[in-house]
Nanobody
Framework: QVQLVESGGGLVQAGGSLRLSCAAS????????MGWFRQAPGKEREFVAA????????NYADSVKERFTISRNNAKNTVYLQMNSLKPEDTAVYYC???????????WGQGTQVTVSS
């Protein structure tokens, strides 16, 4: 099991930027695919972005392509989500998650709130 702690959320105006961080501990971070998900009020949690163990492969939800960038630093056991050109519809609690050998996201952080005002 890996423990995950997100940070970097906050209130920002539309068009602004935020950088989320997720610090991992407990297991070998580089063994895990890392993902970001979000959940808006009254909606189901949805996939945002994911990155392979070595950072070479990434994928994104269509709604955030060209605006968000996922990256990781295995030496710091941290995954990042750079969010640019934020829109009010990006408002949600953002979670990072880790997928191990089963390719299932079994470990989750507590979430960080992102609010985008219009």
């Amino acid at each position: 099991q890996v423990q995950l702690v997100e940070s970097g959320g906050g209130l920002v105006q539309a068009g602004g930027s935020l950088r989320l961080s997720c610090a991992a501990s407990g297991r070998t971070f580089s063994n895990y695919v890392m993902g970001w998900f979000r959940q808006a009020p009254g909606k189901e949690r949805e996939f945002v972005a994911a990155i392979s163990w070595n950072g070479i492969t990434t994928n994104y939800a269509d709604s955030v392509k060209e605006r968000f960038t996922i990256s990781r630093n295995n030496a710091k056991n941290t995954v990042y989500l750079q969010m640019n050109s934020l829109k009010p519809e990006d408002t949600a609690v953002y979670y990072c998650a880790a997928a191990g050998a089963t390719n299932e996201y079994n470990d989750w952080g507590q979430g960080t709130q992102v609010t985008v005002s219009s």
